[in-house]
């Protein structure tokens, strides 16, 4: 298994420019969820999604989207960049979101740089 | 809302000694309680958890309790190792339906010397 996966690790972006982060696990999770990184604020919820087409929001969603067509694949999309979206984005997922048991998985993470 | 507080660090010891990292929180009802680990450049992995109070979680060497009369989750290590550096967050889930949703601490850097 490759677990976890998410693309790129890099990038750069101007602001006002759109781009889709890539989340992909091969484990057939049900739940996965996006977070970001920010020095000195821990780990905040984007958006989360409890199984293919059913998604919600976090604690901070805005000038985020996503979607959930398939069960492996769970992308985020920044409509129109802003500096304030500087940050380092982790995708996680779990089997389920109704047992603490279920341990879950986070990506590598993608490094997001808006100028 | 819920919150998590960590100490302050960064943290820096010496190989063997021993550590603690305080973690305090503020929830509803009764959370689920978490530590994760970062290794440079890598993203999370759960070290342990306690889900009710009075619960010890363990692994690695690393141990926890659920305290919940002074609502505190705090991380010890009797002998810490150079590869023990890496940064720790403590979390909290609600439960129920949300034990997807973590709430974090701002996060403890810990450098082990030789």
């Known amino acids: 298994n490759a677990g976890v996966t998410q693309t790129p690790k890099f990038q750069v972006l101007k602001t006002g420019q759109s781009m889709t982060l890539q989340c992909a696990q091969d484990?057939?999770?049900?739940?996965m969820s996006w977070y970001r990184q920010d020095p000195g604020m821990g780990l905040r919820l984007i958006h989360y999604s409890v199984g293919a087409g059913i998604t919600d929001q976090g604690e901070v969603p805005n000038g985020y989207n996503v979607s959930r067509s398939t069960t492996e694949d769970f992308p985020l999309r920044l409509l129109s960049a802003a500096p304030s979206q500087t940050s380092v984005y982790f995708c996680?997922?779990?089997?389920?979101?109704?047992?603490?048991?279920?341990?879950?998985?986070f990506g590598p993470g993608t490094r997001l740089t808006v100028t | 809302g819920n919150s998590v507080t960590q100490m302050e660090g960064p943290v820096t010891l010496s190989e063997e000694a021993f550590l603690t990292i305080n973690c305090t929180y503020t929830a509803t009802g009764y959370p689920s309680l978490f530590w994760y680990v970062q290794y440079p450049g890598e993203g999370l992995q759960l070290l342990l958890k306690a889900t009710k109070a009075d619960d010890k979680g363990s692994n690695k060497g690393f141990e926890a309790t659920y305290r919940k009369e002074t609502t505190s989750f705090h991380l010890e290590k009797g002998s810490v190792q150079v590869s023990d550096s890496a940064v720790y967050f403590c979390?909290?889930?609600?439960?129920?339906?949300?034990?997807?949703?973590?709430?974090f601490g701002q996060g403890t850097i810990l450098t082990v010397h030789p």
């Open positions: 996680a997922s779990s089997y389920t979101s109704l047992r603490p048991s279920y341990e879950q998985y």
């Open positions: 979390a909290l889930s609600r439960g129920g339906t949300s034990y997807g949703k973590l709430t």
């Open positions: 484990m057939n999770h049900e739940y």
